[in-house]
């Protein structure tokens, strides 16, 4: 008898309780909750010859982005290979895919898990995994589109659906449809509360939108659906503290960091990615620190990528800055200009975007800041191209405009400030930034309408 799973897929070398198992990992991946891994590697305990469990358990780790994990990819992937006969066509594409990424092509897998959603739309591994890789490769325009491609061959009935439709959302919120964004987010997390991707993608829409008292209720009011025995609440509670840190409560932010982002002391790569990004920001507005830059350097050291995947080298080029650790900076730089000259993705990533970020990183640790300005500006329509989420990624234009302002290129930082503030008119450091900008330029009346609406904000939160 053909075991076949919750979407009509037939599964080889599975029994029923093996597909079962399968099936609990698939849910606790679609929620990031509990541990997949855990789960998928009891299948496997279960039936050796189980292919696709194999596949999966490569799959979540070649998500976590992390170098020292390549030995156990590696491994998950020779066992696939062992067990792929007679797989079918659906399961051998998979196996493709986890190798093309392995490999370093990621443009690759992204397109194979696409060929599979094509032909398989009800394929919710393929959507998620290729949903990462999308996000991974800064393709917004995929983020969205993929997910569009398949949700005709989804509704209500069908088992996560609301992971479809949260993912839908994060790419909706990516490509600036707010709206469409904020409904189809809201939509999965109605049907399901612990549905921790959506969640973060209606968080997303209200972070872009300046909504930063609705991002702090929201968050506030679901707390116990992505916080608990949850591997994306760091990366929540990073959302969290955002909102705050736009309304100038430096203090509040601090508050998150120290009990919630960095609490753990993680060593989880992209939980230290989240910390330095906001121990960064906070030193864009002139927070002192303290000594978490150095805890969080030291962590840094011993897991700096290798140029495995420039988005992380480029935090932890932030925290060996913030930290004042010019050896370890040095040898990051190194390493990311030795991996632009391969031919894998990340080379790319390197070339285009995460050598001149981490060369613009530490000038301006060094108060060179005409360098950084300069470095900044040749990535600033590019950036997407090494990764992450508009919200990330914002970091750079930040420390670009306060660059500008520290190196008296004043008429080019009121010109990114209005930008800016365009965009996103309630944030407190955006007219602070600007008032800089408008009084050393001289513009008296334009300094005092930002000042007021600095007051303004402040009086909000009084």
Same mark, same amino acid.
């Given at each position: 008898?053909?075991?076949?799973?919750?979407?009509?897929?037939?599964?080889?070398?599975?029994?029923?309780?093996?597909?079962?198992?399968?099936?609990?990992?698939?849910?606790?991946?679609?929620?990031?909750?509990?541990?997949?891994?855990?789960?998928?590697?009891?299948?496997?305990?279960?039936?050796?010859?189980?292919?696709?469990?194999?596949?999966?358990?490569?799959? #979540?780790?070649?998500?976590?982005?992390?170098?020292?994990?390549?030995?156990?990819?590696?491994?998950?992937?020779?066992?696939?290979?062992?067990?792929?006969?007679?797989?079918?066509?659906?399961?051998?594409?998979?196996?493709?895919?986890?190798?093309?990424?392995?490999?370093?092509?990621?443009?690759?897998?992204?397109?194979?898990?696409?060929?599979?959603?094509?032909?398989?739309?009800?394929?919710?591994?393929?959507?998620?995994?290729?949903? #990462?890789?999308?996000?991974?490769?800064?393709?917004?325009?995929?983020?969205?589109?993929?997910?569009?491609?398949?949700?005709?061959?989804?509704?209500?009935?069908?088992p996560g659906y609301h992971a479809v439709l949260g993912m839908h959302a994060f790419g909706l919120e990516e490509m600036g449809a707010y709206r469409a964004a904020e409904e189809s987010g809201r939509r999965a997390v109605d049907l399901n509360p612990k549905d921790a991707w959506a969640i973060h993608a209606v968080a997303h829409v209200l972070e872009m939108e300046g909504r930063q008292q609705d991002g702090i209720d929201w968050m506030g009011?679901?707390?116990?659906?992505?916080?608990?025995?949850?591997?994306?609440?760091?990366?929540?509670?990073?959302?969290?503290? #955002?909102?705050?840190?736009?309304?100038?409560?430096?203090?509040?932010?601090?508050?998150?960091?120290?009990?919630?982002?960095?609490?753990?002391?993680?060593?989880?790569?992209?939980?230290?990615?989240?910390?330095?990004?906001? #121990?960064?920001?906070?030193?864009?507005?002139?927070?002192?620190?303290?000594?978490?830059?150095?805890?969080?350097?030291?962590?840094?050291?011993?897991?700096?990528?290798?140029?495995?995947?420039?988005?992380?080298?480029?935090?932890?080029?932030?925290?060996?800055?913030?930290?004042?650790r010019d050896d370890l900076a040095k040898a990051n730089l190194a390493r990311l200009e030795a991996a632009s000259s391969g031919a894998e993705t990340n080379a790319a990533m390197a070339r285009d975007v995460g050598v001149p970020v981490a060369k613009a990183l530490w000038a301006f640790g060094a108060g060179q800041y005409a360098k950084a300005v300069e470095s900044l500006l040749s990535v600033r329509y590019v950036a997407h191209r090494f990764g992450g989420s508009n919200a990330q990624r914002d970091i750079l234009a930040w420390t670009l405009i306060e660059a500008a302002l520290r190196d008296d290129q004043l008429a080019l930082a009121e010109a990114l400030c209005n930008q800016r503030l365009a965009q996103k008119s309630t944030s407190l450091q955006n007219w602070q930034m600007a008032a800089r900008a408008h009084t050393g330029l001289g513009h008296d009346s334009q300094a005092k309408a930002a000042l007021v609406r600095v007051d303004e904000i402040q009086a909000q939160r009084a």
């Open positions: 008898m053909q075991i076949v799973d919750a979407w009509d897929h037939p599964v080889t070398n599975a029994s029923g309780a093996v597909r079962d198992i399968y099936e609990q990992a698939l849910g606790e991946f679609q929620t990031y909750a509990g541990d997949p891994v855990a789960t998928i590697e009891r299948a496997i305990a279960a039936q050796p010859d189980f292919m696709l469990g194999h596949v999966m358990r490569a799959y #979540l780790m070649l998500t976590a982005t992390e170098k020292a994990l390549v030995e156990e990819i590696n491994k998950s992937l020779e066992a696939a290979e062992r067990a792929s006969g007679g797989a079918t066509e659906r399961e051998r594409m998979h196996l493709a895919a986890a190798r093309h990424w392995a490999s370093g092509d990621l443009d690759g897998a992204s397109a194979q898990l696409f060929d599979i959603t094509v032909e398989h739309p009800r394929d919710i591994l393929a959507l998620q995994v290729g949903h #990462l890789s999308d996000f991974y490769l800064g393709n917004a325009g995929m983020l969205r589109d993929r997910i569009a491609s398949a949700i005709p061959a989804w509704d209500v009935d069908v009011s679901r707390v116990p659906d992505w916080s608990v025995d949850n591997f994306f609440a760091v990366h929540n509670w990073w959302h969290w503290a #955002l909102y705050h840190l736009d309304l100038g409560e430096s203090e509040k932010v601090l508050s998150f960091y120290d009990s919630q982002i960095r609490a753990e002391r993680s060593e989880v790569v992209l939980d230290m990615v989240d910390a330095a990004a906001m #121990l960064w920001r906070l030193g864009l507005v002139g927070i002192d620190v303290g000594d978490r830059w150095q805890e969080l350097a030291n962590c840094w050291a011993p897991l700096a990528e290798d140029g495995f995947y420039s988005f992380n080298d480029a935090h932890a080029m932030m925290a060996f800055v913030g930290a004042g």
